[in-house]
């Protein structure tokens, strides 16, 4: 069946008149009739009945709507996909929450300032989605805190942080819990039995940073970010209090050929330098 047939017959159907039919399609009144009527002879059933204010559909035309639909969307679903595989594919990186500053924030910028042409998507989320969805081909490349070990599947350790006891100097309250992910509460648990409850708690390191500098606390926060507030005094460090490790691991499967991965990984790991 040809396409503007059923163009056609949907216009009619949901216009109510060959007149506005023509009008939606911009063509003639006459061109919809003779497609209407091509249309019926083709199925050898008429599809509507002619009256003084438009036209109304036969029982066949009732029946052959569904069809005439689902022949358009196979249509259009068909040059969206062919389309969408003539345009360039993202480059597709994640990294869970605790992560996304500075890592995936430093990674993206640098891929972006290397390549300005490439088109790049950047997501943050749970450990346990962003690696369904590196398993199930929507992420390229993943930032995680734990190796994640399947077939296909690529894990380099990108470093080691370390985690360090840091409070405001002159107000040390409020405790601020920081989730850092799985292995950092398995280690916490076991230097501090009990004491993971805190007045405050998040998964954003950035914004406890900003409430204690702010508001006094003390936390446990990444070793290079703290650094500087520690050199000028804004913050100290507790020496008597345990660190805690906090490696980065990037995941990626071997058999990802996406043309801009080694490009990625490169300028990924000459962060970690």
Same mark, same amino acid.
């Given at each position: ?8 017959? &949907? ?89 996304? #500053? ?87 648990? &076991? ?48 020496? #008597? ?25 490169? &300028?990924?790991? #000459? &962060?970690?330098?």
């Amino acid at each position: 069946m040809d396409l503007n047939l059923a163009r056609t017959f &949907l216009a009619v159907v949901y216009s109510g008149s060959f007149i506005l039919a023509a009008q939606h399609l911009c063509v003639s009144q006459t061109t919809v009739t003779a497609r209407i009527k091509n249309l019926e002879q083709q199925l050898k059933a008429q599809l509507f009945l002619r009256n003084a204010t438009g036209v109304s559909l036969t029982e066949q035309g009732e029946l052959f709507i569904p069809y005439a639909q689902s022949f358009l969307n196979t249509w259009h679903g068909a040059v969206q996909t062919m389309q969408q595989q003539n345009q360039p594919q993202p480059l597709k990186l994640a990294a869970e929450i605790s992560l996304w #500053s500075p890592w995936l924030t430093r990674w993206f910028n640098s891929l972006i300032k290397q390549q300005p042409e490439l088109h790049v998507t950047a997501t943050v989320a749970e450990a346990t989605t962003l690696l369904s969805g590196l398993d199930a081909g929507e992420q390229n490349v993943v930032l995680a805190h734990q190796p994640y070990y399947r077939p296909d599947m690529q894990v380099e350790q990108l470093v080691e942080e370390k985690l360090i006891q840091v409070a405001h100097p002159q107000q040390p309250e409020p405790w601020l819990f920081i989730d850092w992910g799985v292995a950092f509460k398995q280690q916490y648990q &076991l230097a501090f039995p009990g004491q993971t409850q805190a007045q405050i708690q998040t998964n954003l390191g950035p914004l406890a940073l900003q409430l204690i500098l702010e508001h006094g606390g003390t936390g446990y926060f990444r070793t290079h970010v703290v650094t500087p507030y520690l050199a000028s005094g804004q913050l100290v460090r507790n020496q #008597s209090a345990p660190e805690f490790s906090l490696p980065i691991y990037v995941l990626y499967k071997r058999s990802n050929t996406h043309p801009d991965l080694h490009l990625a990984l490169e &300028l990924l790991r #000459s &962060l970690s330098v």
